[in-house]
């Protein structure tokens, strides 16, 4: 089985930072793809942010040029960089992994992110 643990989340002013992480366990295989989700009280689940096993990045574009999701391989760990939050960023962040060989997918069980003054 694979469990996927998100950390870093929490309460920050408009304009701070946050560094959230995932770490991933079981059989993960190293073939995958590691998304960051969010959802936002009374709002459907949207992408953030993607990175695929050798390092190729996908981003929402209401992020680009403030998140950036990075990997760790050897840790099974996925990050993402949030600079310049936004209230509007607000929401329970969700990590989510897919193995591409069977095409299974896991998610984590959240961290709320909170950008309020």
């Known amino acids: 089985q694979v469990q996927l643990v998100e950390s870093g989340g929490g309460s920050v002013q408009p304009g701070g930072s946050l560094r959230l992480s995932c770490g991933a366990s079981g059989s993960i295989s190293t073939i995958n793809v590691m998304t960051w989700f969010r959802q936002a009280p009374g709002k459907q689940r949207e992408l953030v942010a993607s990175?695929?096993?050798?390092?190729?990045?996908n981003y929402a574009d209401f992020v680009k040029g403030r998140f950036t999701i990075s990997r760790d391989n050897v840790k099974k760990t996925v990050y993402l960089q949030m600079n310049s939050l936004k209230p509007e960023d607000t929401a329970v962040y969700y990590c989510?992994?897919?193995?591409?060989?069977?095409?299974?997918?896991?998610w984590g069980q959240g961290t709320q992110v909170t950008v309020s003054s």
């Open positions: 989510h992994l897919r193995r591409i060989l069977d095409g299974s997918g896991y």
């Open positions: 990175i695929t096993y050798n390092g190729g990045t």
